[in-house]
Nanobody
Framework: QVQLVESGGGSVQTGGSLRLSCAAS????????VSWFRQAPGKEREGVAA????????YYADSVLGRFTISQDNNKNTFYLQMTSLKPEDTAMYYC???????????????????WGQGTQVTVSS
């Protein structure tokens, strides 16, 4: 059974940094895609970054390219999203998600991910 638990959200000023963590269980020994999504009030959930459990980074949204970095610590079964140069438009609830074993990162659409964490709030003030 896959379980994902996010942490690390908070409130920062423009230009600040945060590192989100996603503690994963039930996904060891299986290749799949793990992605960070975010959802701001009144907006659709959007994919931010994605990585294969093998460690290959698969995707960054244009809006975060060069500012966010996705990574993982296999020993801890933990995935990270390092966020720098934060902007007010980065304000959202951030979710960690995983797809089924054997799944690919070819489509970073919320509908393609069946396992979700509870989310962690990121607020960036100007």
């Amino acid at each position: 059974q896959v379980q994902l638990v996010e942490s690390g959200g908070g409130s920062v000023q423009t230009g600040g940094s945060l590192r989100l963590s996603c503690a994963a269980s039930g996904i060891a020994y299986s290749s799949r895609c793990v992605s960070w999504f975010r959802q701001a009030p009144g907006k659709e959930r959007e994919g931010v970054a994605a990585i294969y459990t093998s460690g290959n980074i698969a995707y960054y949204a244009d809006s975060v390219l060069g500012r966010f970095t996705i990574s993982q610590d296999n020993n801890k079964n933990t995935f990270y999203l390092q966020m720098t140069s934060l902007k007010p438009e980065d304000t959202a609830m951030y979710y960690c998600a995983a797809n089924e074993a054997g799944g690919y990162c070819s489509s970073i659409s919320a509908a393609d991910f069946g396992y979700w964490g509870q989310g962690t709030q990121v607020t960036v003030s100007s």
